[in-house]
């Protein structure tokens, strides 16, 4: 029984160290010596409203460069994305991969419902053309 207790702080430790390299093995980059080609040429399709494209890239397999196509991504409201990109550091090559970036000319744009006033005029003659005007087909009036 007295062996579960220094088990558990092992396996705990443990657990707590993967944790805090986790982030750090998201941040490696890649430097090659192999220029990109340059980027192809992709027609941006039609986005929904609330979509904003992130254009293809070269990336780089172990061995070769290969294309990885442009898609939609979700909008992020305040910013914008900066793509993929390669950037020549001495004599090699390093891919920074695409981020968002708070876009400074950002101007947030409430949305105005349009109310419609309870007294206007162009409503209220639209009512008074329907009820009682004696307009109509002129049948079960009275006449």
């Known amino acids: 029984m007295t062996l579960h207790r220094?088990?558990?702080?092992?396996?705990?430790?443990a657990l707590l160290t993967a944790a805090a390299v986790a982030p750090a093995l998201a941040q490696i980059s890649i430097n090659i010596n192999v220029a990109p080609p340059q980027p192809r040429y992709e027609e941006v399709p039609v986005l929904a409203p609330a979509q904003v494209w992130a254009p293809g890239y070269w990336a780089w397999t172990g061995e070769r460069h290969v294309w990885v196509r442009g898609h939609a991504i979700?909008?992020?409201?305040?910013?914008?994305?900066?793509?993929?990109?390669?950037?020549?550091?001495?004599?090699?090559?390093?891919?920074?991969?695409?981020?968002?970036?708070?876009?400074?000319?950002?101007?947030?744009?409430?949305?105005?419902?349009?109310k419609k006033d309870k007294h206007d005029k162009y409503d209220r003659q639209d009512r008074d053309d329907d009820h009682g005007q004696g307009k109509g087909h002129g049948k079960g009036h009275g006449r």
């Open 6 to 13: 220094p088990l558990k702080k092992i396996l705990l430790a």
């Open 74 to 114: 979700m909008q992020r409201e305040g910013y914008r994305w900066a793509p993929d990109r390669w950037e020549q550091q001495g004599n090699g090559y390093q891919r920074h991969a695409g981020y968002w970036v708070r876009d400074t000319q950002y101007v947030m744009v409430k949305d105005k419902k349009n």
